[in-house]
């Protein structure tokens, strides 16, 4: 269903459920933690042996309450992993190159396809806006603010509006000259003659005087942004909008901190958004001249196969996505992830509404959703008419408010075709974000020990030399950036024998160091004026003299990329 419908707390934990049971074999389902109202944050892990740790990669969905196009495009991409893990060499329905699907097959997944499962639950069931989660613990209620509530009694909780000749809304006209049916409204222009409108909330007033109205704002009855909670440059209000009362504050974004603690082999990280069609990268902070140089080259990768795959343009978050100028976005999860996790992380902000709508690409990306223009509105009500079966704009029913007095209610719904795709684009949204991503998911590093010769030296001695290897695409190590961070262990070789003998001892315990993967990004490394590429950099020989007969374990690894273990029989 997720591929055509948007799901329900009960619907998505059942599909997750299912899957647990159908594929026990290589399919776990657990809770990352639990969330304000006390629902389980479902974590889904896809791979063999889980507990046996190996390079992961990490899919979430849905942290802002709006935005469950992410939870369906999250359950996508883990149906084609799975599907992958049977044999299938197929990623949205493209076909997929087999050492691609052959990565797969040897990467844990974790995907968390609903975040705020509390936010989530009131957008679906009322209508009611949320942010990231209904919490409102601020100790500052005692002033003026808007809280959502069912005016009408409907069991929605949508928008309001009222007459007023100070509004700064009005009714767009068509070419007729007349409101379009149902209405639309607009920005007031100092030509329109009116009627004007004021919009708030459907809700009541907080410790109203029966005099002056509060301005609207998102977070007026919901204090998080999930997306300001996490531990990378955290500011608190007012310097950042939604940060809440401490880095990891929220339990759910706490909980996904501490997972990702715990699980230092995370190597990519994709935080699904919506809407505006578009992958927002790292720096946020910081422009791309202060950037990690073959970080940026890895990104170009993934913007190719983005470009190839759904079309979306591919920006900075700082160059292109600052909401205002030079004021960098503090506590962001996909920064986070990459500073502090060493992570390949991006946004992607599904469903390119934009382009749906004719909109040319602006730059600043951001701008697209501030600099609206009334054919662009006029677009957005005939997309609405021709695709999404008028599931946004409605008629206005009048009512009577208990504060404002004559009201009407309805006229607006952008659950479904503003801030998610209309039903009849979500399966192609969702195919086209598997293609791209799970190419993505196949660069995680590659490590084997292999044995090149056993040699015997006489009656009692063998020399064994070893290749330790990196046949993946990224380094031991992750990102280079990462390469400094604490979790980016070098490799380590242990050699054990029970009835085998080490000559020297010190060669029971080796240390490997880092092996570089063979990628070094697009346009990276190579020119036509030097054509010649890096040395033997992912791989380590190792030589051992051991004494007597038996079996050999070698283990090689690290917390970064896991452990692998084999046996060599010496005779």
Not at 4 to 30: G, H, I, K
Not at 204 to 217: A, K, L, T
Not at 240 to 254: D, I, K, N, Y
Not at 524 to 550: A, D, Y
Request: aromatic letters at 10%; glycine letters at 10%.
């Amino acid at each position: 269903m997720f591929r055509s419908q948007y799901l329900d707390y009960a619907d998505l934990t059942a599909q997750l459920s299912a899957w647990a049971q159908s594929y026990p074999d290589f399919v776990t389902l657990s809770t990352l933690g639990t969330s304000a109202a006390g629902r389980d944050i479902p974590l889904l892990t896809i791979g063999r042996n889980p507990e046996q740790f190996r390079p992961a990669v990490w899919i979430d969905g849905n942290m802002h309450a709006t935005e469950v196009c992410g939870s369906s495009v999250a359950l996508a991409i883990a149906q084609d992993v799975i599907a992958i893990y049977q044999g299938q060499n197929e990623a949205g329905g493209k076909p997929l190159p087999a050492h691609m699907a052959d990565a797969i097959r040897n990467t844990l997944f974790y995907v968390v396809p609903r975040v705020s499962p509390d936010g989530a639950e009131a957008i679906l069931k009322t209508g009611r806006y949320v942010r990231s989660s209904p919490v409102n613990d601020r100790a500052n209620q005692s002033h003026a603010y808007w809280e959502a509530s069912d005016v009408d009694g409907d069991g929605l909780m949508m928008y309001m509006r009222q007459e007023d000749p100070h509004g700064e809304l009005t009714e767009l006209r068509g070419d007729d000259g007349l409101p379009l049916s149902p209405p639309v409204m607009v920005p007031r222009l100092p030509e329109d003659a009116g009627p004007f409108y004021k919009l708030y909330p459907e809700g009541h007033i907080v410790n109203f005087d029966g005099q002056r109205v509060p301005d609207p704002h998102f977070l007026s009855d919901n204090l998080y942004d999930f997306n300001r909670n996490f531990a990378h440059q955290w500011k608190p209000e007012p310097e950042q909008v939604g940060a809440g009362h401490f880095p990891g504050s929220a339990p759910e974004t706490r909980a996904i901190m501490e997972f990702a603690v715990g699980h230092p082999h995370i190597m990519a990280w994709l935080n699904l958004h919506t809407f505006g069609g578009v992958l927002i990268r790292p720096m946020g902070d910081k422009p791309d001249s202060k950037m990690d140089q073959t970080d940026l080259a890895m990104y170009r990768q993934v913007e190719s196969w983005m470009t190839e795959h759904t079309g979306y343009a591919t920006v900075s978050g700082f160059h292109e996505f600052l909401y205002e100028p030079d004021k960098p976005l503090h506590g962001d999860m996909c920064d986070w992830a990459y500073h502090q996790r060493g992570c390949l992380a991006y946004v992607v902000e599904l469903w390119d509404l934009f382009a749906q709508l004719g909109i040319a690409r602006k730059k600043p990306f951001v701008d697209h959703y501030s600099q609206l223009e009334r054919k662009d509105f006029l677009a957005l009500w005939k997309m609405d008419r021709e695709v999404n079966q008028g599931r946004i704009f409605k008629t206005w029913r009048k009512t009577r408010h208990p504060q404002l007095g004559a009201v009407e209610v309805g006229g607006f719904d952008g659950r479904v075709g503003i801030s998610n795709p209309p039903y009849e684009k979500l399966a192609q949204t969702c195919a086209a974000q598997s293609a791209a991503f799970l190419r993505v998911a196949a660069l995680v590093p590659q490590v084997s020990v292999e044995v090149v010769t056993a040699q015997r030296l006489g009656d009692a001695h063998t020399r064994v030399e070893l290749r330790v290897v990196n046949s993946g695409y990224l380094g031991t190590y992750g990102l280079s950036s990462a390469k400094s961070l604490p979790l980016s262990e070098p490799l380590r070789l242990t050699v054990e024998g029970d009835a085998v003998q080490m000559v020297s001892p010190a060669q029971g315990v080796i240390d490997i160091g880092h092996l570089d993967g063979w990628g070094q990004g697009l346009h990276h490394g190579i020119s036509i004026f030097m054509p010649w590429t890096r040395g033997n950099v992912s791989e380590k020989r190792v030589t051992l003299v051991v004494k007597g007969t038996g079996l050999l374990q070698l283990k090689v690894g690290s917390c970064r990329v896991g452990w692998q273990t084999r046996s060599l029989s010496i005779d």
